[in-house]
């Protein structure tokens, strides 16, 4: 099987799972929160429903285009939350996961965001053939 359709089925798994997280447990999301989003509860299962709405349109191949670039979005959209969570836990005496985890998740969500759009096939690059110029 090639690796596409793999990394499209664990990264649907990955939202899917969060998404079902944000709208059963949004107390620890509602704690990550940047305090000058507004109607914070609402954003929290919003975001939940749309990271259920990609998992499941990523798996849908007539759906598959509209929901990468959903959910490329939706990563960079939520950038500020992950950054939040990173000073909130580094600022503690005792950090709850320290640079272990926050700096790796900071690094890579680019990546996360190349990734829904990859799988989605929305981009070929960097595996894509090159036009002739």
């Given at each position: 099987m090639p690796i596409r359709p793999i990394l499209r089925l664990i990264l649907a798994a990955a939202f899917l799972a969060a998404g079902i997280l944000h709208v059963?447990?949004?107390?620890?999301?509602?704690?990550?929160?940047?305090?000058?989003?507004?109607?914070?509860?609402?954003?929290?299962?919003?975001t939940g429903l749309a990271e259920i709405a990609g998992a499941v349109g990523l798996m849908v191949p007539r759906l598959r285009r509209a929901a990468g670039i959903g959910l490329a979005l939706?990563?960079?959209?939520?950038?500020?939350?992950?950054?939040?969570?990173?000073?909130?836990?580094?600022?503690?005496?005792?950090?709850?996961?320290?640079?272990a985890y926050h700096g790796p998740?900071?690094?890579?969500?680019?990546?996360?965001?190349?990734?829904?759009?990859?799988?989605?096939?929305?981009?070929?690059?960097?595996?894509?053939?090159?036009?002739?110029?």
């Open positions: 059963a447990i949004p107390g620890p999301f509602l704690g990550i929160t940047p305090g000058w989003v507004p109607f914070a509860p609402a954003v929290i299962m919003l939706y990563a960079v959209c939520v950038f500020p939350a992950n950054i939040q969570h990173a000073i909130d836990d580094l600022a503690r005496a005792e950090p709850l996961l320290g640079w998740r900071l690094l890579l969500q680019p990546a996360v965001v190349w990734l829904c759009l990859w799988v989605a096939e929305v981009i070929a690059w960097p595996f894509g053939r090159r036009q002739a110029a």
